[in-house]
C-alpha cells in the first residue's frame, strides 16, 4: 500500500511539473501602423511539427549591450513647454519611465547644434585661450532643466556629449558652419557666410595652432566639470560630431591625423590633469571608408586615451572593417539617420535595418536623434527631420510616431547588461538575453501579408501569427 502511494505520488508531481514547463506562457508585443503595442500571451509548443523558421541560440553570447537612447536639444524642450506639466510629464515617463521606452543613455551637444534655436558656444570671447569667459549660463535654462526631468524618472541615466562645432574663433574661416547657406558671391542665408570662406573637402576646420589646440582641450575639461556641477555626470564625449561633413549649420571638419593631435596631444592630457574620469570616444564618424579610422589609430598615442569609436550616417558601412581590425574598442551608433520628417512607417523600416546592421556589426548602443519635436519637425537651419514624439503647439496634441514604437519594442526590454545572441536570420530578427535573464526577440515582418513564423529558442518552441508589416517582440 505505502509502495502504490509513493508511485502515485510520483506521477503525480510529473505530471504538475510537466503540465506547468508545456504551459509556460510567452508574452507577445506586436506593432503595425494601425495598431501599436498590442500584447498577448501564448503558451509554448507542446509538441513542435516540422523545422523551425528561425532559430535563437540562448548559449551564444555575443557583445554586452549597453543600452538605447535618444538626444537631448533646444528645440526639443522648447516644443514640451507647450505643454501641461501634467501633459510635459507623460511624454517624459514615455521615455524614460519603466513603462515606456526606458531610454537608458542620452546624448547631449556641447554648445550649438543644428536643432537649437539659433548658434551659440560657451565662450565666443576671441582670442580667450585661458577660458576665463567659458558659461554655460544658457544650458541652465534649456538643456539642464530637460536633462534633469529625464533623471527623476531615470537616475542612472548615462550621459554623454559632443560639440557640433568649436567656438566660431577657433576655426579657420571663424564661423560656426563649414559652408554659407547662400547664394555664390552673396550674403544670402541663415548663416550669412561669405562663400568664398567655405571650408570643403579633405581640410581640418580647426586652427591646428598650439595655443588654440591646448584653449579647446580647457573647453572640454571646463564643460564637463561645470556640468557636474549642476548634477549631470557626462560619462563620455566624442570630440566632433559628424567628422567629415561641410553643412551650413554648426559643423567642423577633422582630418584624422588632426583630430588624434588634439586627442593624444592636449585632450587627453588636459583630462589627466584636471582628474577627469570622462571617457574619450574617436567619432562621430560619418565617413563611409573604413581609411578613416584606420588613419587615426595609426597615430601615435592614440590607444593610449580612446575608449570607442562612434559612427553615423555612412560611418555605419565602415562598421563591417572597422569592427574587425579593432575588435576591442566599444561602438556606438550615436545619431540615427533622421529622414525628411516621413515619421511614418517607412521611416521605421529605415531605422529597424539600420539597428540590425549595426547590432550585427558590433556596436552596443543607439541613439536615437530628436527624441521630441514641435509640428513642424524643422530644424532652425529649415530641414525637416523626423522625430519619436511630435507636439502641436496650438492644440497641444501629442503624437507618438512609428518610430516611438519601433523604439519601445527594443529598449523596454533590452536594458544594459543584456547581450546579443546569436540567430539564424541577421536581417529581420535580433534577440538578446535580458538582463533579468529572459530571451528577447525582436522580428520583424517586411511583407503586407501576414506569417506564421515558428521560433526555436534553445529547446523551446513557438509559432507566432505576425501580421503584415509589423515590428514584434516576444519575451521567453
Not at 509538441?47 to 523551425?52: D, F, L, R
Not at 575639461?221 to 560619462?235: E, T
Not at 534553445?458 to 516576444?474: D, E, F, P, Q, W
Request: net charge neutral; hydrophobic share 35%.
Amino acid at each position: 500500500m505505502m509502495k502504490l502511494k509513493t508511485i502515485t505520488a510520483f506521477f503525480a508531481i510529473t505530471w504538475a511539473v510537466s503540465t506547468t514547463v508545456s504551459a509556460q506562457k510567452v508574452s507577445i508585443y506586436s506593432t503595425t501602423s494601425t495598431e501599436r503595442w498590442v500584447e498577448k500571451k501564448q503558451t509554448l509548443d507542446k509538441n513542435p511539427a516540422g523545422q523551425a523558421d528561425i532559430c535563437v541560440y540562448p548559449d551564444s553570447l555575443l557583445q554586452n549591450v549597453v543600452g538605447f537612447g535618444g538626444t537631448f536639444n533646444e528645440l526639443s524642450w522648447d516644443a514640451l513647454q507647450c505643454l501641461s506639466p501634467a501633459e510635459r510629464d507623460k511624454v517624459m515617463a514615455a521615455l524614460f519611465s519603466e513603462e515606456g521606452i526606458h531610454f537608458a543613455l542620452g546624448r547631449t551637444p556641447i554648445g550649438a547644434s543644428d536643432y537649437a534655436m539659433g548658434y551659440y558656444s560657451y565662450n565666443d570671447v576671441k582670442d580667450d585661450y585661458t577660458m576665463r569667459n567659458f558659461s554655460i549660463d544658457r544650458d541652465r535654462y534649456i538643456l539642464i532643466p530637460y536633462i534633469k526631468e529625464a533623471l527623476k524618472l531615470r537616475p542612472d541615466l548615462k550621459m554623454w556629449a559632443s560639440p557640433w562645432t568649436p567656438p566660431a574663433w577657433m576655426k579657420v574661416n571663424e564661423h560656426y558652419s563649414q559652408k554659407s547657406s547662400g547664394i555664390e558671391g552673396t550674403e544670402v542665408g541663415h548663416n550669412r557666410l561669405d562663400p568664398h570662406r567655405n571650408l570643403i573637402g579633405n581640410v581640418t576646420g580647426f586652427k591646428m595652432q598650439q595655443g588654440y589646440l591646448q584653449a579647446y582641450a580647457i573647453y572640454f575639461s571646463k564643460y564637463v566639470q561645470a556640468y557636474k556641477q549642476n548634477g549631470i555626470n557626462i560619462q563620455m564625449i566624442m570630440p566632433q560630431n559628424e567628422i567629415a561633413w561641410t553643412p551650413c549649420w554648426p559643423s567642423c571638419t577633422w582630418r584624422p591625423e588632426d583630430l588624434a593631435i588634439f586627442v593624444n596631444q592636449y585632450l587627453g592630457p588636459q583630462f589627466e590633469k584636471d582628474s577627469i574620469d570622462t571617457e574619450i570616444w574617436m567619432g562621430t564618424v560619418n565617413y563611409p571608408n573604413p581609411d578613416y579610422v584606420r588613419t587615426f589609430f595609426k597615430q601615435k598615442d592614440s590607444d593610449k586615451y580612446v575608449k570607442g569609436v562612434g559612427v553615423q550616417w555612412t560611418g555605419m558601412r565602415a562598421l563591417p572593417a572597422v569592427h574587425k581590425e579593432y575588435p576591442d574598442y566599444c561602438y556606438m551608433q550615436t545619431e540615427n539617420m533622421c529622414g525628411n520628417s516621413e515619421n511614418d512607417w517607412s521611416a521605421l523600416e529605415n531605422t529597424w535595418n539600420a539597428v540590425v546592421h549595426c547590432f550585427n556589426n558590433g556596436v552596443d548602443s543607439y541613439i536615437y536623434w530628436n527624441m521630441v519635436l514641435n509640428e513642424t519637425c524643422k530644424s532652425w537651419w529649415d530641414w525637416a527631420q523626423n522625430t519619436l514624439i511630435i507636439i502641436d503647439r496650438k492644440t497641444g496634441q501629442v503624437r507618438y510616431t512609428d518610430e516611438y514604437y519601433l523604439m519601445k519594442h527594443l529598449s523596454h526590454f533590452v536594458q544594459p547588461g543584456s547581450r546579443l545572441l546569436k540567430v539564424s536570420d541577421g536581417k529581420n530578427t535580433l534577440a538578446f538575453r535580458s538582463h533579468d535573464g529572459k530571451v528577447v526577440v525582436v522580428a520583424y515582418n517586411p511583407e503586407e501579408q501576414e506569417r506564421s513564423c515558428s521560433f526555436k529558442v534553445g529547446s523551446k518552441y513557438i509559432r507566432v501569427i505576425l501580421k503584415g508589416k509589423s515590428i514584434n517582440t516576444i519575451v521567453i
